[in-house]
């Protein structure tokens, strides 16, 4: 095994190792939440587990709807990115003729964004917490762990981050696209957060999530050779 082959190896496996802990942090999280300081502070009495700290944040929060506001249409901004990603593949798999020759960046990017789906919808029927507030229009507080749209955003940013570089050849172009996804990224997690329509450990079990997801994707591509990486080339 040459040098160079040992050090992707060696970062694949940093990669993934971290990438496996935060989602390790995530499920302990969920196992805390169901078992430590759980009290009825939600409205209409609903159970919260770690309930003194998650309250204390909610009351020095406070509601600001237009936080929420913001961060939902920036969430469309991150959904439309996502559908570029997947109309580069369509377009890549049409063009050759064969979608198994599509990037190979793209094919895990895929089913990164699959995973991602799958959490989102299976975490609306497993409750952990519901919101601290009940929302216009509800009659009831809605599920809120992991914040959803917290764990989309930061992947699919942070992924358009990652791949920034290798879909746009202008050096400063692709910088300002990279600085661009990670300031939209912060926004969002800092407005979800100055909301007040999620609880404290729904934000940092939804980045704890993503960013495990993100590490792994990022070492399952370090892996890949160049040819199966990015097929252009």
């Known amino acids: 095994m040459s040098k160079n082959d040992a050090g992707v190896s060696t970062k694949q496996k940093v990669l993934i190792g971290l990438g496996v802990l935060f ?13 430590v300081d759980v009290g ?6 609903n159970l919260v587990g770690l309930s003194g700290i ?3 944040f909610s009351e020095a929060v406070g509601v600001n709807l237009m936080w929420y506001d913001v961060t939902d249409y920036l969430g469309y901004f991150a959904l439309g990115l996502a559908g570029c990603f997947a109309l580069a593949g369509l377009v890549q798999g049409i063009k050759r003729n064969n979608f198994l020759l599509v990037d190979g960046e793209i094919i895990a990017l895929g089913v990164l964004y699959a995973v991602t789906a799958a959490l989102y919808v299976m975490f609306e029927f497993v409750v952990i917490n519901c919101r601290p507030v009940i929302m216009p229009g509800e009659i009831e507080a809605e599920p809120s762990f ?4 917290t764990m989309l ?7 358009a981050a990652m791949l920034a570089g290798r879909y746009i050849k202008n050096t400063a172009a692709s910088t300002v696209v990279k600085l661009l ?13 100055l909301s007040g329509v999620h609880w404290l450990t729904d934000i940092i079990g939804a980045l704890f999530v993503s960013t ?22």
Not at 29 to 35: D, E, T, V
Not at 153 to 159: D, E, R
Not at 181 to 193: D, M, N
Request: aromatic share 4%; charged share 10%; with cysteine.
């Open 54 to 56: 998650n309250l204390s």
């Open 153 to 159: 955003s930061v992947v699919v940013m942070g992924s």
């Open 146 to 149: 992991p914040s959803s749209h």
């Open 181 to 193: 996804c990670l300031a939209v990224l912060g926004v969002i997690v800092a407005g979800r957060l």
């Open 40 to 45: 009825p502070v939600g409205p209409d009495g």
């Open 212 to 233: 495990g997801m993100l590490m792994i994707y990022k070492g399952v591509i370090s892996g890949m050779s160049p040819r199966v990486l990015n097929r252009r080339k």
């Open 23 to 35: 989602i390790l942090a995530f499920v302990a999280l969920i196992f805390i939440l169901k078992s």
